[in-house]
């Protein structure tokens, strides 16, 4: 019920969108979001007697928190990748890697742990590293690695699994397997021709501040809307399905996994922020939470239509189904082994 | 966008209004993230349209904002119902709670004016844990609000947060020996005695709740911060 007025609220505004938009209608924009947020505090708690079920408010309560836990961990990320954007030269990623296969897929799985972002940022990122002659595999590899092994994703998991430090070697060493499984059976057996049109445009202004603020903008829209989908969908699923359902499935070990992995594409949160929805699962084992951990940021909805959009859906079927089966498989290995 | 959301982010980092959804410990973070977003927006504002630049089609959505339009939805949902904090409705749907550790739990605190000071997560992990039995024949004083129980009774209930109201965890205490009835949600100050029973032997989740046999309890005004965020009841 809380969702209705908000869509007639946004309709009128989302037709300029579509457009790039004049600096008049940027500013139009702005007031028009500052005037109905003026209303807005006016009427602060004017809907709260009419969302009175505790289930909703519950809810709401879910959802707004989520997003506010995640905000600072999203705006910390696109800061850093603006920063990367501006300051590391496109092409000296691609001149450090090696030439083999072998050698070159886990090391740009590694080189992933040095690009602080999330998934979002990744894939034009391995556009680009293609584009600019690292192999495929590798450009591949550091994709997959890049939003799971970051610094700021491991300190955000372990501020959402207080006092279990083996939770984020375990989401490390699984998130890196994968990447390098991934991109070596890529390189074996992936086809240069599935990748069809590699147009990769990144956000690229005249000076360096530009690029910057303009790389941590999109970013941050970007993500942030995608975060907002998840926080929903995660409230959704406390709030109002059943405790014992979940349960029932929580309690079959494989099947716990198979869902949480497939909940992790489904929801496509941000992987600055899906440490926290994992650590709000309490009902199931550990290991398949990390499932989740390694699923969220190697395949999800948004992901696979950004890799249509970027690399053509003959390639993100494939790829998108390849990295989902290696990912369960990684995340159950290492959780058996370190949890 | 940019620019409400990061007016929210500031004035949640500043006020009390936050503890209802994270641990106080954000707050710094989500004033200088709000601080941040300002910035960006006022630089996006003054730099204007880029005529002729490429739009970041790779992200999936042609649009200037994509999904970013989304973003307006919590900072709509925040001001216009202003959620509150967790009750006895979700306390009520939560069956089962994370295990404890077992064995060595420091020893009580001193008793202020006659009972012991503690948090309900600390008096169900000691109470349900503790090889010990720190707690037999300690008067005690938790603070918590009323849930509905069996028979017309109530407990003594409390979420303990560790990040966010998420992963808000229900501890709840049975209250015996309350003549009067209390409503649900009812902040409540309890004072009483531990009614020993044998701990559990290993960490496990336990449905179990552990009785407190009330001396006095006072009905009080919520606290700021209506969370507990303690690790395991210690």
């Known amino acids: 019920m809380v969702v209705f007025p908000v869509s007639q609220v946004e309709s009128p505004v989302r037709p300029e969108t579509g457009e790039p938009g004049g600096r008049l209608g940027r500013l139009l924009d702005a007031r028009l979001l500052l005037l109905l947020v003026v209303v807005a505090l006016g009427s602060r708690n004017l809907l709260a007697d009419a969302v009175d079920s505790p289930a909703l408010q519950t809810w709401s309560t879910i959802f707004v928190s989520i997003f506010i836990q995640a905000l600072p961990f999203l705006v910390l990320g696109v800061l850093v990748s603006g920063a990367l954007a501006a300051l590391v030269p496109p092409g000296w990623l691609a001149r450090a890697l090696p030439r083999r296969d072998v050698v070159a897929v886990p090391a740009a799985g590694l080189a992933g742990a040095v690009l602080p972002g999330c998934e979002c940022a990744s894939v034009p990122v391995a556009a680009r590293l293609r584009e600019r002659g690292v192999r495929p595999a590798a450009a591949l590899a550091f994709m997959l690695a890049a939003p799971a092994i970051n610094p700021v994703v491991l300190v955000a998991t372990a501020v959402a699994f207080p006092g279990r430090p083996e939770m984020v070697a375990a989401r490390f060493l699984a998130s890196l397997l994968t990447s390098v499984v991934v991109g070596l059976v890529w390189s074996r057996f992936g086809r240069d021709e599935w990748i069809d049109r590699a147009r990769s445009r990144l956000v690229e202004g005249d000076t360096r501040w530009q690029s910057f603020g303009q790389t941590a903008c999109v970013d941050f829209l970007q993500a942030g809307g995608w975060l907002v989908v998840g926080a929903m969908a995660a409230a959704t699923l406390q709030a109002f399905v059943p405790r014992s359902l979940l349960d029932a499935v929580a309690s079959h070990h494989l099947l716990a996994a198979l869902c949480l992995g497939l909940l992790a594409v489904a929801l496509a949160i941000c992987s600055e922020a899906d440490a926290f929805v994992a650590a709000s699962l309490r009902q199931f084992p550990l290991d398949t939470r990390l499932v989740f951990l390694v699923v969220g940021p190697t395949v999800d909805i948004k992901l696979i239509a950004m890799q249509v959009g970027v690399f053509g859906r003959r390639f993100a079927v494939r790829f998108a189904s390849l990295t989902f089966v290696v990912a369960v498989v990684c995340a159950l290995l290492v959780g058996r082994w370190l949890l | ?234």
Do not use: K
């Not at chain 2, 999936?60 to 509150?84: E, M």
């Not at chain 2, 060595?104 to 503690?118: E, S, Y």
């Not at chain 2, 049975?174 to 409503?183: E, F, L, N």
């Open chain 2, 1 to 234: 966008m940019l620019l409400v959301v990061g007016a929210t982010a500031l004035w949640l980092g500043l006020s009390d209004a936050s503890l209802a959804y994270v641990r106080a410990a954000l707050r710094p973070p989500l004033a200088a993230s709000g601080a941040v977003l300002l910035a960006l927006a006022a630089a996006t504002l003054r730099a204007g349209p880029q005529p002729g630049r490429a739009t970041p089609s790779a992200h999936g959505h042609g649009g200037r904002l994509g999904a970013g339009w989304l973003l307006i939805l919590p900072v709509l949902v925040l001001l216009l119902v202003a959620p509150p904090a967790l009750g006895s409705y979700a306390a009520s749907r939560q069956a089962s709670r994370s295990g404890g550790p077992v064995g060595a739990f420091p020893p009580l605190a001193d008793p202020v004016d006659g009972a012991v000071p503690m948090t309900v997560s600390e008096f169900v992990g000691r109470a349900l844990y503790d090889q010990r039995r720190s707690l037999e024949g300690a008067r005690v004083r938790v603070l918590g609000f009323a849930t509905p129980g069996e028979d017309g009774g109530y407990r003594l209930a409390r979420f303990n947060v560790f990040c966010c109201a998420a992963d808000a965890e229900a501890y709840e205490i049975v209250i015996r020996g309350d003549p009067s009835r209390r409503q649900a949600d009812q902040w409540l100050l309890v004072e009483g005695r531990w009614l020993p029973e044998p701990p559990v032997a290993r960490v496990a989740p336990s449905s179990r709740r552990p009785v407190l046999v009330a001396e006095a309890v006072t009905p009080v005004r919520p606290p700021t911060d209506r969370y507990e965020h303690s690790i395991f009841g210690i």
